[in-house]
T-cell receptor, first 116, second 113 residues
Framework: AQKITQTQPGMFVQEKEAVTLDCTYDTSDPSYGLFWYKQPSSGEMIFLIYQGSYDQQNATEGRYSLNFQKARKSANLVISASQLGDSAMYFC?????????????FGTGTLLAVQP | DAGVIQSPRHEVTEMGQEVTLRCKPISGHDYLFWYRQTMMRGLELLIYFNNNVPIDDSGMPEDRFSAKMPNASFSTLKIQPSEPRDSAVYFCASSDHSKNEQFFGPGTRLTVL
């Protein structure tokens, strides 16, 4: 079974500063993937970044990077140079790889507010 | 390329009525997922298909819910009869077996009065 924990219900950050959103996971799968999605107030779910459990380097996508610490089972999202448009709900998710399962398990989300 | 398309975007119905939600996945994707999002339970997977075949429906809440995928470009999620506790945003997502990310549709906001 997989479980995702996001302990920060809400976060504030000043525009242009960096912010880290926490995510810890628990899985029994030997191989797995970790995802971050953004959900703005308009409601759509936007894929941001993916990290495979066997990837040697931390994933990066533009201003997004994933701080993957396998031993600690954490997959924190770092957003650099925050913009007002980054204000949204952010969800961490995991997916077991291999076997029959292909489903994403989501955390409860962190609401990020970027202040001017 | 068009993304995942869902219809309707909003649905308001009365308790006891049948509700049908529709989804068109991204062309070429072989996985299709139905999720439900509520304040109480967050985002939860209801069912997913691979090559039009249901693989895991363990998240379907009860017999009132059913999902079909008659072909690679269309899926439905039906609730019959609907109840107020079914009020939620229902997302459809699709993915390709060679990629990791799932692409979500805009969602259908269902309100059951």
């Amino acid at each position: 079974a997989q479980k995702i924990t996001q302990t920060q219900p809400g976060m504030f950050v000043q525009e242009k500063e960096a912010v880290t959103l926490d995510c810890t996971y628990d899985t029994s799968d030997p191989s797995y993937g970790l995802f971050w999605y953004k959900q703005p107030s308009s409601g759509e779910m936007i894929f941001l970044i993916y990290q495979g459990s066997y990837d040697q380097q931390n994933a990066t996508e533009g201003r997004y990077s994933l701080n993957f610490q396998k031993a600690r089972k954490s997959a924190n999202l770092v957003i650099s140079a925050s913009q007002l448009g980054d204000s949204a709900m952010y969800f961490c998710a995991s997916k077991g790889e291999g076997g029959a399962t292909n489903k994403l398990i989501f955390g409860t989300g962190t609401l990020l507010a970027v202040q001017p | 390329d068009a993304g995942v398309i869902q219809s309707p975007r909003h649905e308001v119905t009365e308790m006891g009525q049948e509700v049908t939600l529709r989804c068109k996945p991204i062309s070429g994707h072989d996985y299709l997922f139905w999720y439900r999002q509520t304040m109480m339970r967050g985002l939860e997977l209801l069912i997913y298909f691979n090559n039009n075949v249901p693989i895991d429906d363990s998240g379907m809440p009860e017999d009132r819910f059913s999902a079909k995928m008659p072909n690679a470009s269309f899926s439905t999620l039906k609730i019959q009869p609907s109840e107020p506790r079914d009020s939620a945003v229902y997302f459809c997502a699709s993915s390709d077996h060679s990629k990791n990310e799932q692409f979500f549709g805009p969602g259908t906001r269902l309100t059951v009065l």
